[in-house]
């Protein structure tokens, strides 16, 4: 009887060391703790990440369907800049891993200053074509007439405050390079809490503040994460992690700068990829009507919750590639990988059964419409059904990424999702007339095929020679 209660209490202290951030070495001992500690944080963080955006479709389903089908609208052009911010954040994990792995914090602080130098830059691009043609973005998406008139404020919004979605990831990234991954789980917990609080009083009114409507989620949400990207630079510069910035290091390293965007440029491509299927897929589900459209977007919005914890586990597999990696261990590199690729399909197995089992009662919670419900149920166990394959795809491909190998996911991702995601969406639901189904198929069949051929890639190891 006294080894489980040594185990779970031995357990609990992993648990409580893994969210206080208290500083570990990952090159060294048990994997399996080291896939613990770092996941739980990195778990927690997506979790809260998942949180924000069911929260944020719960309170505008009781808007409209049609607030609610232009975040889809909305969220499918964001995904555009989740790309870049992903991509870039890719590097800066694998690169900020590296320099921490060869105990040369001094070039893992110079490498976070380049990134949100060139994360600023993109993010003020991106600002003026979000603010000056939001009416021009939903209407190029398949946005109806009053869909727009009701939702440009949101994209507008959104869109134009970019520069907060860009750094909250990309120093983020930098945490969980440097091992730090509890700092990015607290930046995410202050984000998204006050987002939680903030989106009924912009979205409804409250006091002296008006009712935005779905325009009020937009704001809520910019307020919570640009309070959040305030709090990263103050943890960054007064040195509470494990990367410290200071005055000195706020120069344009040539070199660093060039070695960012070089790591980067596949992990850019591959999102911009991935994200460009999924807003023609958007595009598709468009010529169903708004009813589909709000059912599909709930439904997305509820996978997020359990994709996000299963990429916090693949952001830990990247971490202890990245650092193992700069220590000279490629071994436990590829130990840490299956490891955590195990763990990573056991949860969604159990996901995927619930799911599957209870998909019509999920959606319900968030909508009464019968024709919504119906349409996010078909979705929600489609998809659910290849959850194990999604699992291992995740975390291998993040693998290569922690190793700084970005580009072999990239040519992955553009032969799944060009070459036969789209076509066979496109022939599936309009050509052949299957509807919705079609690409609901076309979804689960290329993160199928995409596990697979990561899988055998990554047994070929040329990954472990990639120096970055």
């Not at 927690?44 to 609208?73: P, R």
Request: charged content about 10%; proline content about 3%; overall charge positive.
């Amino acid at each position: 009887m006294s080894k489980p209660t040594i185990s779970i209490t031995k357990l609990f202290n992993y648990f409580k060391q893994a969210v206080s951030g208290k500083e570990q070495e990952f090159t060294s001992g048990s994997i399996r703790k080291a896939v613990f500690m770092l996941s739980i944080p990195m778990i927690l963080e997506m979790l809260m990440e998942s949180i924000f955006a069911v929260v944020d479709i719960f309170y505008v389903s009781k808007v409209s369907v049609n607030a609610v089908a232009t975040i889809g609208l909305t969220e499918s052009v964001i995904t555009l800049v989740y790309a870049i911010a992903i991509g870039l954040s890719m590097a800066a994990t694998a690169i900020v891993a590296r320099r921490i792995g060869e105990k040369d914090k001094e070039g893992a602080s110079q490498a976070a200053v380049q990134v949100i130098f060139l994360g600023v830059l993109v993010a003020a691009i991106i600002s003026v074509f979000g603010i000056l043609f939001p009416k021009e973005i939903l209407a190029l998406m398949g946005g109806e007439p009053d869909l727009i008139a009701e939702g440009y404020g949101y994209t507008q919004i959104l869109l134009g405050g970019n520069v907060t979605i860009m750094l909250l990831f990309l120093i983020n990234a930098i945490f969980r390079g440097a091992g730090d991954a509890s700092m990015a789980m607290w930046t995410l917990i202050l984000s998204n809490g006050l987002n939680i609080i903030l989106d009924p009083m912009f979205i409804f009114g409250f006091g002296p503040i008006p009712a935005y409507g779905v325009e009020g989620a937009a704001i809520a949400t910019t307020i919570g994460r640009g309070s959040a990207v305030l709090f990263q630079l103050i943890v960054l510069f007064y040195g509470w992690s494990r990367i410290k910035i200071r005055f000195k290091d706020l120069v344009l390293r040539i070199t660093v700068m060039i070695n960012l965007i070089r790591v980067s440029l596949g992990g850019i491509g591959q999102f911009l990829i991935g994200t460009s299927s999924w807003v023609f897929l958007m595009r598709i589900m468009s010529e169903f009507g708004s009813e589909v459209l709000a059912g599909y977007t709930i439904a997305i919005r509820v996978m997020m919750f359990t994709f996000m914890p299963a990429w916090g586990m693949s952001n830990a597999a990247a971490t202890l590639v990245g650092q193992n990696l700069g220590a000279k261990q490629p071994k436990r590199a590829e130990q840490s990988v299956w490891k955590t690729g195990q763990y990573c399909a056991y949860f969604m197995a159990i996901v995927s059964v619930a799911y599957l089992v209870f998909a019509p009662q999920i959606i319900s919670w968030f909508t009464q419409e019968s024709n919504v419900v119906e349409n996010g149920s078909l979705c929600l166990r489609v998809v659910a059904a290849g959850y194990i394959f999604y699992a291992y795809g995740m975390v291998v491909i993040n693998s290569f990424n922690g190793a700084g190998d970005t580009m072999t996911p990239t040519v992955i991702n553009f032969v799944c999702f060009w070459l036969f995601q789209l076509p066979f969406a496109y022939l599936m639901a309009i050509t052949l007339d299957y509807g919705p189904v079609g690409v609901f198929l076309a979804i689960v069949l290329a993160e199928v095929l995409i596990a697979i051929i990561a899988i055998i890639w990554f047994k070929k190891g040329h990954w472990k020679l990639k120096q970055v």
